[in-house]
T-cell receptor
Framework: AQSVTQLDSQVPVFEEAPVELRCNYSSSVSVYLFWYVQYPNQGLQLLLKYLSGSTLVESINGFEAEFNKSQTSFHLRKPSVHISDTAEYFCAVTLTGGGNKLTFGTGTQLKVEL | DVKVTQSSRYLVKRTGEKVFLECVQDMDHENMFWYRQDPGLGLRLIYFSYDVKMKEKGDIPEGYSVSREKKERFSLILESASTNQTSMYLC????????????FGNGTRLTVT
């Protein structure tokens, strides 16, 4: 079975600073990888996904994540964060032949401060 | 836009009560899911369904059951609510295909006293 580890439960950062949220997964077979974001009092929204091809994927609001197969990682980065990026971020994995049954990490709370 | 609607935002029930959490999606998605979200534990899959009248157990099905009589509606049932079922419950739907993203409702915060 697959699993996801998010090493940091909370990440405080000042506005306009860069940030990296770490995600490692374990699986013996091919996977799809996702980052979801949850703003306060809302459900989760898809931020970006890796299915195949280029290992670097980007979102429309400046986040990017890089799939590293040898390190089994899918870290999320943003070069300059904004107050509005304050949210909880979840990494998730599913097997390529396993339907949409996602396994989520425990989440990282990103708090952007002035 | 896909809309996943959960009938209640907040719910308070007593121990031993039978509780129904309702979820409706408007995009004709085949797949529907129920997760619970707890601090420090992330999201854990309770049950999912790939089609009408079909259901499969997720990682933590004990104490729960589900019903899917119509494609757009997926109900989570707590047969006899207990305090350890106090949690945020999230419903999600998606079209077929492992690459398809999940669309989530805003959640139901259930408190069992």
């Amino acid at each position: 079975a697959q699993s996801v580890t998010q090493l940091d439960s909370q990440v405080p950062v000042f506005e306009e600073a860069p940030v990296e949220l770490r995600c490692n997964y374990s699986s013996s077979v091919s996977v799809y990888l996702f980052w979801y974001v949850q703003y306060p009092n809302q459900g989760l929204q898809l931020l970006l996904k890796y299915l195949s091809g280029s290992t670097l994927v980007e979102s429309i609001n400046g986040f990017e994540a890089e799939f590293n197969k040898s390190q089994t990682s899918f870290h999320l980065r943003k070069p300059s964060v904004h107050i509005s990026d304050t949210a909880e971020y979840f990494c998730a994995v599913t097997l390529t032949g396993g339907g949409n049954k996602l396994t989520f990490g425990t989440g990282t709370q990103l708090k952007v401060e002035l | 836009d896909v809309k996943v609607t959960q009938s209640s935002r907040y719910l308070v029930k007593r121990t031993g009560e039978k509780v129904f959490l309702e979820c409706v999606q408007d995009m004709d998605h085949e797949n529907m899911f129920w997760y619970r979200q707890d601090p420090g534990l992330g999201l854990r899959l309770i049950y999912f369904s790939y089609d009408v009248k079909m259901k499969e157990k997720g990682d933590i099905p004990e104490g729960y059951s589900v019903s899917r009589e119509k494609k757009e509606r997926f109900s989570l049932i707590l047969e006899s609510a207990s305090t350890n079922q106090t949690s945020m419950y999230l419903c999600a739907s998606s079209p077929t295909g492992g690459w398809s993203p999940l669309h989530f409702g805003n959640g139901t915060r259930l408190t069992v006293t």
